[in-house]
């Protein structure tokens, strides 16, 4: 069973509009580790985030929002105007127990940023 | 600090040869994780190891695969012999396991592998 779900395949918006990525979640832990990561076209994964199940106060970077409902298994992710820099692959990711120490990843939502 | 390193960025090699991938883990990080990305699987974990013990390899998909970790700066993904469906990116990544929570793994850039 897919543990961590990004519905959302692909996103596309013009310079400067927010857009927010979703990410639901499944697991039967009370401790769990939630993370976001980016990975542009160059390929590398990149580390943005990470939230643990005891903590539900969202979470402001920049540019870059988390907002963490533990009421409807939701880690979702809003970039506020956002940039061309902006354009890649995120994804969500599940680490379940206190001291599981891998990293159940979603399927990734590509964002296209345009100028 | 260096990030993990991973090499060669790219191999391209015909079906039946042996591949062998390469990572070394930022100094001081006890984990050390293989993830392979494909359009189909999307990110899947191959294998993990702690203080160079392998201690999951339920995702290694067949006896073909094999990894080792001799010490703690260096770790090897072994494909023998390779097919045309193991052309991917592998990611080999790095973590402290918890200090303060499940640390974030450290990724490295990945090498693509074609197999022809």
């Known amino acids: 069973a897919q543990k961590v779900t990004q519905a959302q395949t692909e996103i596309s918006v013009v310079e400067k509009e927010d857009v927010t990525l979703d990410c639901v979640y499944e697991?039967?832990?009370?401790?769990?580790?939630l993370f976001w990561y980016k990975q542009p076209p160059s390929g590398e994964l990149v580390f943005l985030i990470r939230r643990n199940s005891f903590d539900e106060q969202n979470e402001i970077s920049g540019r870059y929002s988390w907002n963490f409902q533990k009421s409807t298994s939701s880690f979702n992710f809003t970039i506020t105007a956002s940039q061309v820099v902006d354009s890649a692959v995120y994804f969500c990711?599940?680490?379940?127990?206190?001291?599981?120490?891998?990293?159940?990843f979603g399927a990734g939502t590509t964002v296209t940023v345009r100028a | 600090d260096a990030g993990v390193i991973q090499s060669p960025r790219h191999e391209v090699t015909e079906m039946g040869q042996e591949v062998t991938l390469r990572c070394k883990p930022i100094s001081g990080h006890d984990y050390l994780f293989w993830y392979r990305q494909t359009m189909m699987r999307g990110l899947e974990l191959l294998i993990y190891f702690n203080n160079n013990v392998p201690i999951d390899d339920s995702g290694m998909p067949e006896d073909r695969f094999s990894a080792k970790m001799p010490n703690a700066s260096f770790s090897t993904l072994k494909i023998q012999p390779s097919e045309p469906r193991d052309s991917a990116v592998y990611f080999c990544?790095?973590?402290?396991?918890?200090?303060?929570?499940?640390?974030?793994?450290?990724f490295g850039n990945g090498t693509r592998l074609t197999v022809t």
């Open positions: 990711a599940l680490s379940e127990g206190p001291n599981d120490y891998k990293l159940s």
């Open positions: 697991t039967r832990d009370t401790t769990y580790y």
């Open positions: 990544a790095s973590s402290l396991g918890v200090v303060a929570g499940v640390e974030p793994l450290h």
